[in-house]
Nanobody
């Protein structure tokens, strides 16, 4: 599956952005999905994940209550709505996908669980 992330940009602290990640090449509903971010000079870390069905989601503590992950299987797209942005949210954001069994309803939080990665979209939050 190929992933294309978009929606990044420059925003003031307290503002909002919505990231999108469009998938192509395979049956989208067979994949669990996640968002990770990587700040300059730092490791790529977990932000949010959503199960194949969309019924299970998970978030890093640093974004709980501010970010919301969702998916639209009809549009082959996963979204990350980011509200109340902080300067520490500045990073390149990457979407990721892993094919799972039909009965697998987990949201995967480890970067090592994912097989496919998008190219990243840059989010810059100014203070």
């Amino acid at each position: 599956v190929q992933l294309q992330a978009s929606g990044g940009g420059l925003v003031q602290a307290g503002g909002s952005l919505r990231l999108s990640c469009a998938a192509s090449g395979r049956t989208f509903s067979n994949y669990a999905l996640g968002w990770f971010r990587q700040a300059p000079g730092k490791e790529r870390v977990f932000v949010s994940a959503i199960s194949r069905s969309g019924g299970i989601t998970d978030y890093a503590d640093s974004v709980k209550g501010r970010f919301t992950i969702s998916r639209d299987n009809a549009k082959n797209t996963v979204y990350l709505q980011m509200n109340s942005l902080k300067p520490e949210d500045t990073a390149a954001y990457y979407c990721a996908a892993v094919r799972v069994d039909y009965a697998d309803l987990r949201a995967y939080t480890s970067r090592w669980s994912y097989t496919y990665w998008g190219q990243g979209t840059l989010v810059t939050v100014s203070s």
